[in-house]
């Protein structure tokens, strides 16, 4: 049962499908204050767990830090991190009394989780406006599973990409010419590594501007583009927030012109840094500007281009005018003198301030129409009917609402064929419209554990097609860092590897022995039939392809506790090495299940093993998974590309006894008419 509380006059995000009538009185669950903005506080038990809050840093528990929803272009993503690229104010606390919650609010909200004090929550914000949704399980049970589908129901099904999004993708900032991909898919198919798409960093446009392809470097570039496709090998392009601030710019004039660009409150433009330098930024909350924006992509679509990664949308800014100003003026009163303690550190941090720095992001104002500005609107309607709110009011739905554009977009190009689009920045409501990918992370052992941690938060707030820089972004990785990353990352919906310009190389041709890549990524193939299958049926069903332990096993408190191991579709365990030089791990298992070993590009061998604690040896180049009691889990062929993927033989990995069936299902691919109805087969050994 879900509870709608109003407070004040909330923005209408979307985020929320379901209209729910507001309810009068306090929340059945904790208190709610509006002495100088908002805060609700609630006592935990003392072994109450907090899941949820999609993409941030740290655990699966949330409990015991402070997490800020503030959409944030966050480069160092450490332990002390409160808040990265998306904002998702979904918590559930599990224990004592078991309820979730959603704050539907676009501005800064904190989380504080039992940070102030152990046994407290406090979840607050600056201005009393906002939706609450207080969700209470239906069953007696308790069920997490059934919260977080009240909670999917509410705010809708997630986004399904078209089926070759699942095939592996090559990615890097730095490939700059036709020559650069050419090299990278002849390599890959050269040496047999399957591969679906490379990825087109900024590097492929005219000095940055959204919407050009330079010509220089791509001289043949839709005769390229369809060699590719023909090999099944499609080409994503990156496309950036910021539009190049630069008259004769045809994106830029007609920003100008329409008035669509981001302004000040004397009306003035905003000009922030991003790649190309000083920049504009479309105002996405504008419906008008929204849809202007996103029927740009059709520049590249109609040369080819069948999905996008949408970028630098929190906004990034690496300067305003501003801050460049008041740092110039810092070393000039600082030039020349003497550096004392206090000064020395002024001195080093005036850098520190200049990028997305906060007054910036209250500098600039939305055009939007009155009925969705709420209670923060600053000015009374004009001719057209908008009002202006401030940035920082709303500074959590601007990736959300870039994505929303592109994709309604999309469907205007060709209402018949699905488009791929995944974002870095992110709110509720995004998950319907597009995936995400988690940013910029590092060639850090710890980061793979950190890509479990996320994306079972993920899954609860509805971002399915979701995955990590595979092999770390940042930072140079390792062979074996690369192998082991890739042996949890084959699972994920968004399967790429990704790497910072002046990184270590990070193709998998690369390195000694690239056939113990290829075996890994054999698999990934073999099991496109059941993640794709899995998948979809979650999103029609507001389920969850990755979930904890906690979900399935939720009255076993070793399992509610776990923190390296995560369940996937309705059979998969997975217990991913992320400690390097290990030969294998202790693996926890809450019921009998079936151990799978891939190696050499084939299943080697399928074992029962009895519910308890096991070391299981793991070899760096075998993927090891691990099969539930009454499941099994299809494979078919690996093949070179996704749409090679033969499914009318398929071998059976998982539960031995007769009877055991899986429901695989099964379309083009393509469609946007997704229904279960006659794509659905039962396959059993
Ligand atoms: C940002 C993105 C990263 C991309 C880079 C250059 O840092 O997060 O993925 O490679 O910009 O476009």
């Known amino acids: 049962m879900i509870k709608r509380f109003t407070y004040g006059r909330p923005y209408q995000t979307d985020s929320v499908v379901t209209k729910l009538a507001d309810t009068k009185g306090a929340p059945d669950f904790g208190k709610v204050s509006k002495t100088g903005g908002f805060s609700w506080t609630y006592k935990l038990d003392k072994d109450d767990a907090i899941f949820g809050l999609g993409?941030?840093?740290?655990?699966?528990?949330?409990?015991?830090?402070?997490?800020?929803?503030?959409?944030?272009?966050?480069?160092?993503?450490?332990?002390?991190?409160?808040?990265?690229?998306?904002?998702?104010?979904?918590?559930?606390?599990?224990?004592?009394?078991?309820?979730?919650?959603?704050?539907?609010?676009?501005?800064?909200?904190?989380?504080?989780?039992?940070?102030?004090?152990?046994?407290?929550?406090?979840?607050?914000?600056?201005?009393?406006?906002?939706?609450?949704?207080?969700?209470?399980?239906?069953?007696?049970?308790?069920?997490?599973?059934?919260?977080?589908?009240?909670?999917?129901?509410?705010?809708?099904?997630?986004?399904?990409?078209?089926?070759?999004?699942?095939?592996?993708?090559?990615?890097?900032?730095?490939?700059?010419?036709?020559?650069?991909?050419?090299?990278?898919?002849?390599?890959?198919?050269?040496?047999?590594?399957?591969?679906?798409?490379?990825?087109?960093?900024i590097d492929y446009m005219t000095d940055y501007e959204d919407f050009t392809l330079d010509e220089k470097k791509f001289p043949e570039f839709d005769l390229f583009a369809r060699k590719l496709r023909k090999d099944g090998v499609r080409l994503v392009p990156i496309i950036d927030a910021g539009i190049k601030k630069q008259e004769g710019y045809s994106v830029y004039d007609e920003a100008v012109k329409k008035g669509y660009d981001i302004k000040k409150k004397d009306g003035e433009q905003f000009v922030g840094g991003v790649w190309p330098g000083d920049s504009v930024f479309p105002d996405f909350l504008n419906p008008e500007a929204r849809s202007w924006f996103g029927q740009k992509y059709q520049v590249l679509t109609s040369r080819g281009i069948e999905g996008f990664w949408n970028d630098m949308?929190?906004?990034?800014?690496?300067?305003?005018?501003?801050?460049?100003?008041?740092?110039?003026?810092?070393?000039?009163?600082?030039?020349?003198?003497?550096?004392?303690?206090?000064?020395?550190?002024?001195?080093?941090?005036?850098?520190?301030?200049?990028?997305?720095?906060?007054?910036?992001?209250?500098?600039?104002?939305?055009?939007?129409?009155?009925?969705?500005?709420?209670?923060?609107?600053?000015?009374?309607?004009?001719?057209?009917?908008?009002?202006?709110?401030?940035?920082?009011?709303?500074?959590?739905?601007?990736?959300?609402?870039?994505?929303?554009?592109?994709?309604?977009?999309?469907?205007?190009?060709?209402?018949?064929?699905?488009?791929?689009?995944?974002?870095?920045?992110?709110?509720?409501?995004?998950?319907?419209?597009?995936?995400?990918?988690?940013?910029?992370?590092?060639?850090?052992?710890?980061?793979?554990?950190?890509?479990?941690?996320?994306?079972?938060?993920?899954?609860?707030?509805?971002?399915?097609?979701?995955?990590?820089?595979?092999?770390?972004?940042?930072?140079?990785?390792?062979?074996?860092?690369?192998?082991?990353?890739?042996?949890?990352?084959?699972?994920?919906?968004?399967?790429?590897?990704?790497?910072?310009?002046?990184?270590?190389?990070?193709?998998?041709?690369?390195?000694?022995?690239?056939?113990?890549?290829?075996?890994?990524?054999?698999?990934?193939?073999?099991?496109?039939?059941?993640?794709?299958s899995e998948f979809v049926k979650a999103s029609l069903k507001d389920e969850m392809y990755f979930r904890p332990l906690a979900f399935d096993y939720q009255n076993d408190a070793r399992a509610v506790n776990c923190e390296d191991q995560i369940m996937l579709g309705d059979g998969i365990m997975l217990a991913p090495v992320y400690v390097q030089n290990a030969k294998g791990r202790y693996v926890y298992l809450p019921e009998n299940m079936v151990k799978v070993v891939w190696q050499g590009g084939k299943v080697k061998s399928q074992e029962t093993l009895k519910a308890g604690d096991h070391f299981v040896e793991m070899p760096l180049n075998a993927v090891v998974f691990f099969v539930k009691k009454g499941h099994i889990v299809p494979l078919c062929k690996p093949a070179k590309d996704s749409d090679s993927l033969d499914t009318s033989k398929l071998t059976i990995v998982g539960d031995e006894k007769k009877g055991v069936f899986y429901e695989l299902y099964e379309d083009d691919g393509y469609t946007t008419e997704i229904t279960m109805a006659g794509r659905v087969r039962k396959v059993s050994r």
């Open 55 to 201: 993409e941030t840093m740290r655990n699966i528990n949330k409990r015991g830090y402070e997490f800020i929803s503030w959409n944030s272009d966050q480069p160092d993503q450490d332990e002390s991190v409160k808040s990265l690229y998306g904002s998702h104010n979904f918590i559930i606390i599990f224990g004592k009394k078991t309820f979730a919650v959603y704050f539907d609010y676009p501005g800064k909200l904190t989380f504080d989780l039992g940070y102030t004090n152990q046994d407290e929550i406090n979840v607050h914000c600056d201005k009393a406006h906002l939706d609450v949704y207080f969700i209470t399980p239906k069953e007696k049970n308790n069920s997490l599973k059934d919260l977080v589908q009240q909670f999917r129901v509410l705010t809708g099904s997630s986004y399904i990409p078209p089926r070759w999004a699942f095939g592996f993708s090559m990615s890097r900032w730095g490939y700059k010419t036709q020559k650069d991909f050419e090299t990278v898919w002849k390599k890959y198919r050269k040496l047999g590594i399957p591969m679906d798409s490379i990825c087109m960093d």
């Open 313 to 532: 949308n929190e906004p990034a800014l690496f300067y305003s005018k501003e801050t460049l100003s008041k740092a110039y003026e810092k070393f000039d009163e600082l030039r020349g003198k003497p550096l004392d303690v206090k000064t020395f550190f002024e001195f080093k941090d005036i850098g520190k301030n200049i990028a997305n720095n906060p007054e910036d992001y209250s500098s600039f104002y939305h055009s939007v129409p009155a009925k969705i500005a709420g209670g923060f609107a600053l000015t009374k309607p004009d001719k057209d009917g908008n009002v202006l709110v401030c940035h920082s009011d709303v500074h959590n739905i601007f990736g959300f609402n870039m994505t929303r554009g592109a994709q309604d977009a999309f469907k205007t190009f060709d209402s018949k064929k699905r488009t791929l689009i995944y974002s870095r920045s992110s709110y509720i409501g995004a998950h319907r419209y597009g995936g995400i990918w988690t940013g910029d992370n590092h060639s850090y052992w710890q980061d793979i554990l950190l890509s479990l941690h996320q994306m079972a938060s993920l899954n609860m707030t509805g971002f399915m097609f979701t995955g990590s820089d595979i092999g770390g972004f940042n930072a140079d990785t390792t062979r074996d860092l690369l192998l082991r990353w890739l042996s949890f990352g084959i699972f994920t919906p968004l399967c790429r590897n990704h790497s910072a310009n002046g990184t270590r190389n990070q193709e998998f041709y690369e390195y000694e022995k690239p056939e113990d890549f290829k075996s890994v990524l054999d698999l990934r193939y073999a099991l496109i039939p059941y993640l794709y």
